[in-house]
């Protein structure tokens, strides 16, 4: 009896040890892109086995979402796959340090079962009339002349797209754009813009969703988010008219095509040149204020610092791709410039 009364003192004092320490650790709040958010969510698990006295919090609610509440002041930290514009940091009247993270894609994904194991192509011009509205059956003519070989059901093409601010959707509306004069006037490019037809989703995980349950989905989506689902990707047809599809190598030859230009992280890898870049390709940032508390300043350094090297290790598995060296270089310097109070 007095065996287990020990016991049972013992486990209570460890309890209690436990909740001590639990509620010491520093808590760090970001939110922001779900572009990025399934390599965000394993940096996060991996960095706690190694520093467990800081617990990294991020939600994804959408680029749009992370820069509002980081301008705020109600986050830490934000995550965005656009930069913030000067306009937005002048309506805050804070100065953004912007961290490049990771490369990655927007993928065209579908739902059309007798076509899943096919090699489906697409320009940039035909997905504009698609999502314009002017196509709207997947066997239509303008689409078979690009997949002569693929036979295409009397379906209905339900278009699935980002209800929410995004960085998914600049993406591609800033792809379409470029292609089609038409889509840029009739639709736009940004963050959010005002879609003629098709039903919204909420988050990449959102249109994921959306796009698994309704038969005749198309839609654009991160290319991690279509790979974890094994979701079919189309190849599109890049700038020097070849149709790639989006991986590792192509999203890789987008970049190379960018540093050669000597471009900066924060410029467009939208429809850059050479045969094997993919089109709709580019980097996603965490954003800090330039000054941040000297406590939750420090750690967040250390983490960024270590997703910045071996987190690098850990990108191709979850389909990003690591940060050039150059980059990478770029991003600690950015680093050095946070002002600690």
């Keep these: 009896m007095k065996k287990i009364r020990l016991s049972f ?19 760090i709040n970001g939110a922001g892109a779900s572009f990025p958010y399934i390599l ?38 934000g995550g965005t796959d656009i930069p913030v514009s000067k306009e937005e940091q002048k309506l805050s009247k804070k100065e953004i340090l912007h961290i490049p993270t990771a490369l990655g894609a927007v993928a065209l994904t579908y739902n059309v079962p007798s076509l899943k194991e096919k090699e489906l192509k697409m320009t940039g011009e035909l997905l504009a009339e698609i999502f314009i509205g002017k196509i709207k059956n997947w066997n239509d003519p303008k689409i078979k002349k690009w997949n002569p070989n693929l036979n295409f059901p009397s379906l209905p093409i339900v278009i699935i797209y980002r209800a929410d601010g995004s960085g998914t959707t600049s993406f591609f509306t800033e792809f379409l754009s470029i292609v089609s004069p038409s889509f840029l006037k009739t639709i736009g490019k940004g963050k959010s813009v005002s879609w003629l037809v098709g039903v ?13 349950k309704m038969e005749g989905a198309l839609a654009y989506i991160s290319l ?35 540093l050669k230009r000597n471009q900066a992280y924060t410029s467009s890898l939208i429809y850059t040149k050479g045969k094997n870049s993919y089109p709709i390709s580019g980097y996603t940032y965490l954003i800090l204020p330039k000054k941040m508390s000297n406590k939750k300043g420090v750690a967040l350094v250390e983490f960024l610092k270590w997703a910045l090297s071996k987190g690098q290790s850990f990108t ?14 770029s991003a600690l310097e ?7 109070d």
């Design 334 to 340: 950015q680093l050095s410039l946070l002002e600690l």
């Design 316 to 329: 191709e598995s979850l389909y990003f791709i690591s940060l050039p060296p150059s980059v990478v270089k």
């Design 224 to 258: 991690s988010y279509a790979m974890s689902q094994k979701l079919p990707v189309m190849a599109i047809q890049n700038k020097e008219k070849k149709f790639v599809r989006p991986n590792l190598k192509t999203i890789q030859a987008a970049a190379q095509q960018s």
């Design 40 to 77: 965000y969510s394993k940096w996060i698990t991996e960095y706690h086995d190694i520093s467990s006295d800081v617990a990294i919090n991020y939600q994804s609610i959408g680029s749009g979402g992370g820069i509002r509440q980081l301008l705020a002041g109600t986050l830490d930290f």
């Design 9 to 27: 003192l013992i486990l209570i004092f460890f309890s209690f040890i436990s909740c001590f320490s639990k509620n010491k650790r520093l808590l």
């Design 200 to 212: 919204g989703g909420k988050g990449n995980e959102g249109v994921m969703g959306l796009v698994n």
